[in-house]
C-alpha cells in the first residue's frame, strides 16, 4: 500500500522539539498538537518514527515523490516489470 505523501509544513527541528517535549513528560500529546497546529495523530505518527528509527526519521525523505510516481505510472503494467523498474530507479538514485 503507498501513501501520498506531502510536503510538511513542519520542520525537522519543530517536530523533534514537539517529540522530545512528549517523550521526556514536559507536554501532554494533545497540548503540543494544539499548540503547533497540527492533528494529535500527527504527532502521534512522529513519536512512533522517532522511537522506531531515531531522529532521522523526522527529516523529510527526498525522493519520497518519486516512488509514488513510478507506483503511479506503472500500476496497470505486469508487476514483474515494475518490481524491475523500482528497483533500477531506487538504484540510480540511491533510494
Known amino acids: 500500500m503507498f ?3 506531502r510536503k510538511s ?3 525537522y527541528e519543530v ?3 514537539a517529540v522530545k517535549q512528549y ?3 514536559e507536554a501532554s500529546l494533545t497540548s503540543i498538537a494544539k499548540v503547533l497546529g497540527a492533528g494529535r495523530t500527527t504527532l ?3 513519536v512512533y518514527a522517532f522511537k522506531d528509527q531515531g531522529p532521522e ?3 523529510p525523505h527526498k525522493y519520497n515523490g518519486l516512488r509514488i510516481w513510478l507506483v503511479d505510472q506503472f500500476r496497470h503494467v505486469n508487476l514483474g516489470w515494475l518490481v524491475i523498474l523500482f528497483r533500477l530507479c531506487c538504484g540510480k538514485f540511491l533510494i
Open 44 to 46: 502521534r505518527q512522529w
Open 3 to 5: 501513501c501520498m505523501s
Open 15 to 17: 517536530k523533534l522539539k
Open 57 to 59: 526519521a523526522l527529516r
Open 23 to 25: 517523550i521526556s513528560g
Open 9 to 11: 509544513s513542519f520542520s
